[in-house]
C-alpha cells in the first residue's frame, strides 16, 4: 500500500493526474510480498512475522525513492526486487526442515564474507565509483559483493553467539575472539573501501 501511494503521489506530482500504470505496478508488490508472506507462514510457521512487513516496508521507501529520482531506474530495482524475493522463498522451501544446519558452516560464511568485502580491492576487478570502491566487474556484470558479505556475516553471528549464548554471557575475552577478529577485520575492509553505509 506505501508502494501505491507513493508511486501515485510522485506521479501525481509530476503530472496532476493519477497513474494507473504505477498503482498497477505497485500492486503487483503488494501481491509479491503477499505471496513472500504466505510462504514463510507454511515454511517456518513460527518465524517472527514481523520481519517480512518490516523488510516490504523498507523496501517500499527505498523503491519510491528511486521512482521520485529516476523512474527508470526504479523499473531495474524492481526487478531485483523480485529476484531476491523469489530466492527468499527458494531458501525457505530448501531450509524449511531445518535451517540451523547453517550453523554448521559458520566459520565458512565468516570467512566468505571477509572474503567478499576484500574483492573490490582488487586491482583487476575493483570499481571506484563517486569515491567509494564497492563495485566489482566481470565483463558486462557489475555488482556489489558487500550485499552478499553482509549476509553471510549475519549467519555467522548468528551461528556463533546461539552456539556460545552461555559462555559470551560470562564475558571472557577468548569466547568473544573469533567474533571480535570477524567484525574487526569486516570493518578495516569496509574503512578501506569507504563504504560508510555498510560500516553503520
Given at each position: 500500500?506505501?508502494t501505491?501511494?507513493?508511486?501515485?503521489?510522485?506521479?501525481?506530482?509530476?503530472?496532476d493526474?493519477?497513474?494507473?500504470?504505477?498503482?498497477?505496478?505497485?500492486?503487483?508488490?503488494?501481491?509479491?510480498?503477499l505471496?513472500a508472506?504466505l510462504?514463510?507462514?507454511?515454511t517456518?510457521?513460527?518465524?517472527?512475522?514481523?520481519?517480512?512487513?518490516?523488510a516490504?516496508?523498507?523496501?517500499?521507501?527505498?523503491?519510491?525513492?528511486?521512482?521520485?529520482?529516476?523512474?527508470?531506474?526504479?523499473?531495474?530495482?524492481g526487478?531485483?526486487i523480485v529476484?531476491?524475493?523469489?530466492?527468499?522463498?527458494?531458501?525457505?522451501?530448501?531450509?524449511?526442515?531445518?535451517?540451523?544446519?547453517l550453523?554448521?558452516?559458520?566459520?565458512?560464511f565468516?570467512?566468505?564474507?571477509i572474503?567478499?568485502?576484500?574483492?573490490?580491492?582488487?586491482?583487476?576487478?575493483?570499481?571506484?565509483?563517486?569515491?567509494?570502491r564497492?563495485?566489482?566487474?566481470?565483463?558486462p556484470?557489475?555488482?556489489?559483493?558487500?550485499?552478499?558479505?553482509?549476509?553471510?556475516?549475519?549467519?555467522?553471528?548468528?551461528?556463533y553467539?546461539?552456539?556460545?549464548r552461555?559462555v559470551?554471557?560470562q564475558?571472557?575475552?577468548k569466547?568473544?575472539?573469533?567474533?571480535?577478529?570477524?567484525?574487526?577485520l569486516?570493518?578495516?575492509?569496509?574503512?578501506?573501501?569507504?563504504?560508510?553505509?555498510?560500516?553503520?
Amino acid at each position: 500500500m506505501l508502494t501505491a501511494v507513493g508511486f501515485a503521489s510522485v506521479y501525481i506530482a509530476r503530472q496532476d493526474v493519477v497513474s494507473t500504470s504505477s498503482l498497477a505496478y505497485a500492486g503487483f508488490f503488494l501481491l509479491l510480498y503477499l505471496a513472500a508472506h504466505l510462504v514463510t507462514r507454511y515454511t517456518v510457521p513460527f518465524a517472527d512475522p514481523y520481519l517480512l512487513p518490516i523488510a516490504g516496508l523498507l523496501t517500499a521507501v527505498g523503491l519510491t525513492e528511486i521512482y521520485r529520482l529516476h523512474p527508470g531506474d526504479a523499473f531495474k530495482q524492481g526487478t531485483w526486487i523480485v529476484v531476491a524475493v523469489a530466492l527468499f522463498a527458494l531458501t525457505l522451501f530448501l531450509l524449511r526442515y531445518d535451517y540451523r544446519q547453517l550453523e554448521s558452516y559458520k566459520y565458512i560464511f565468516g570467512l566468505t564474507a571477509i572474503g567478499l568485502l576484500l574483492l573490490p580491492i582488487l586491482p583487476v576487478l575493483g570499481l571506484t565509483v563517486n569515491g567509494a570502491r564497492l563495485w566489482v566487474h566481470a565483463g558486462p556484470l557489475r555488482f556489489q559483493p558487500g550485499e552478499l558479505a553482509k549476509i553471510a556475516l549475519i549467519i555467522f553471528l548468528a551461528g556463533y553467539m546461539r552456539e556460545k549464548r552461555e559462555v559470551l554471557a560470562q564475558g571472557r575475552l577468548k569466547d568473544w575472539g573469533p567474533l571480535l577478529v570477524i567484525w574487526a577485520l569486516a570493518m578495516l575492509v569496509l574503512l578501506e573501501t569507504r563504504d560508510l553505509g555498510g560500516g553503520l
